[in-house]
């Protein structure tokens, strides 16, 4: 049975900085392309970044570029998204997702490519 458990999430000021993780289990998170989600009050969900464990190639938002960084550790199964320079407008429950297909990647990162999701973590940053 598919598993997908985030962590990490918490309060910070902008400017600060959180690590988010994604522990799987159930398959072989090296065959599916992993992706993390973002939904902000009131807002619909958005495409955060994306990462091929097979490959370790990683697709970002333009938002997440150069502030946000996904990573994978293979002996424990788990995706990371570390986050950088965080600012207000960075508030939202922050969703880990594995994708539909054993693929690469699909760019845009699309909600509707993932079919596994998981319970999602809290992120607030106040300024």
């Known amino acids: 049975q598919v598993h997908l458990v985030e962590s990490g999430g918490g309060s910070v000021q902008a400017r600060g900085s959180l690590r988010l993780s994604c522990a799987t289990s159930g398959f072989d998170y090296r065959d599916y392309c992993m992706g993390w989600f973002r939904q902000p009050p009131g807002k619909e969900r958005e495409g955060v970044a994306a990462i091929w464990p097979t490959t370790e190639r990683a697709v970002y938002a333009d938002f997440a570029k150069g502030r946000f960084t996904i990573s994978q550790d293979n002996a424990n199964n788990t995706v990371y998204l570390q986050m950088n320079s965080l600012e207000p407008e960075d508030t939202a429950t922050y969703f880990c997702?594995?994708?539909?297909?054993?693929?690469?990647?699909?760019?845009?990162?699309?909600?509707?490519?993932?079919?596994?999701w998981g319970q999602g973590t809290q992120v607030t940053v106040s300024s």
């Open positions: 997702a594995r994708q539909r297909l054993t693929h690469d990647c699909f760019f845009p990162i699309y909600g509707r490519n993932f079919n596994y």
